[in-house]
């Protein structure tokens, strides 16, 4: 069996860790399966740590940045995905949250012989409307929802080939390492109070500014300490007199338990990695394109799971932080309720079923 994992990721890296996860799980399932990736992010070195292969693509981001002409760029990136789609070709294409491919390259690609599964992350209900998108969803086989039900994504052409699995994550409960153990192996200390903060894979723009407003906020709390969680993509970390920078961790999901609390953005797999570790969680949601940052973030809220901050107010973080820390049996407790498991090794079945 040949899988080809497309992962175009804008700016973090949720899309390949979202994909890892179903690829570690489809490999314990068929340990013979051949498993390709195809990536633009710049953070393709943590495929190569899990013992996957991947062809990289330029992100648009370093398109900008190095002055490569754009439709230039944009006949190297569907000339790329074609050829290594025809070269490989796979018994099964795994899609995450471009249907359609970031550059609308894969609508050939997804008439040829192999079977196609799209993973649809819920969106924006704009996003989700879209008429292209809702075009394209038919030429998928099945289409996996990383959520409790289906009804997260919206209205679909199809809805008999949805299938939810719950939140995809890239590692089993069994994997996470113990406090204890985790504080060893990290060098943090043993004894002090940990608020871990991330901000996604590193490339979002608002990063540095959330991380000194995190700094301030544990500053204000008794014998507390901030570790920050320095994504992939973070090419320069601001001054943080005092904090723990932890670089070239990943994934980070395996040493949460290591953390007494976090502060971090509302994204759909920070969001999950938190709260399957069992971390009280203040988090900032981020205004994105697709991902509705804000509305995860209310409902976690409302749901007794976590708090959310809407700004970078100080004052704020510090009190919501305090908030959840005081209330750590019951936010833990709702948290497992609404993450008490990983999707992945569901995921993966389907896939397994449409090759059948």
């Not at 949460?256 to 976090?262: G, H, K, Q, S, T």
């Not at 209310?298 to 209330?327: I, K, N, P, Y």
């Amino acid at each position: 069996m040949r899988a080809l994992f497309y992962a175009v990721n804008g700016l973090g890296l949720g899309h390949v860790t979202r994909l890892l996860g179903i690829a570690r799980a489809l490999r314990r399932l068929q340990p013979d399966v051949e498993v390709l990736f195809l990536t633009s992010s710049e953070a393709d070195g943590v495929l190569h740590r899990e013992r996957f292969a991947a062809v990289k693509l330029p992100s648009k981001t370093i398109r900008e940045e190095v002055g490569l002409q754009k439709t230039r760029y944009l006949k190297l990136a569907q000339t790329v995905t074609w050829n290594t789609i025809s070269a490989f070709d796979p018994d099964v294409l795994v899609v995450d949250t471009y249907p359609m491919g970031s550059f609308e390259e894969l609508i050939p690609a997804l008439r040829w012989r192999q079977k196609n599964v799209f993973v649809f992350r819920e969106q924006r209900r704009d996003a989700v409307g879209m008429p292209l998108l809702q075009a394209t969803l038919p030429l998928y086989d099945a289409v996996i929802v990383p959520h409790a039900n289906v009804e997260a994504v919206g209205r679909v052409p199809e809805p008999s080939k949805l299938r939810a699995v719950g939140p995809i994550l890239v590692r089993e409960r069994e994997e996470l390492r113990g406090r204890d153990e985790a504080r060893r192996v990290l060098g943090l200390p043993p004894n002090e109070t940990l608020v871990y903060a991330s901000f996604g894979g590193g490339g979002e723009p608002e990063s540095k500014d959330a991380l000194l407003a995190s700094l301030a906020a544990v500053k204000a709390l008794p014998n507390a300490r901030l570790v920050v969680g320095a994504g992939p993509l973070l090419r320069e970390l601001p001054e943080l007199p005092g904090a723990i920078t932890l670089r070239g961790v990943y994934p980070m999901l395996e040493w949460l338990p290591a953390f007494d609390a976090a502060i971090s953005a509302a994204g759909y797999n920070s969001v999950h990695e938190l709260l399957f570790a069992g971390i009280p969680s203040v988090f900032i949601p981020f205004e994105r394109v697709l991902d509705d940052q804000e509305r995860r973030a209310t409902f976690l809220q409302e749901q007794g799971a976590a708090r959310t901050v809407a700004s970078l107010d100080v004052s704020a973080l510090s009190a919501a932080l305090r908030e959840v820390m005081g209330a750590r049996a019951a936010i833990v407790a709702s948290a497992r309720r609404l993450v008490p498991g990983n999707g992945a090794a569901a995921a993966a079945n389907v896939l397994l079923e449409v090759c059948r």
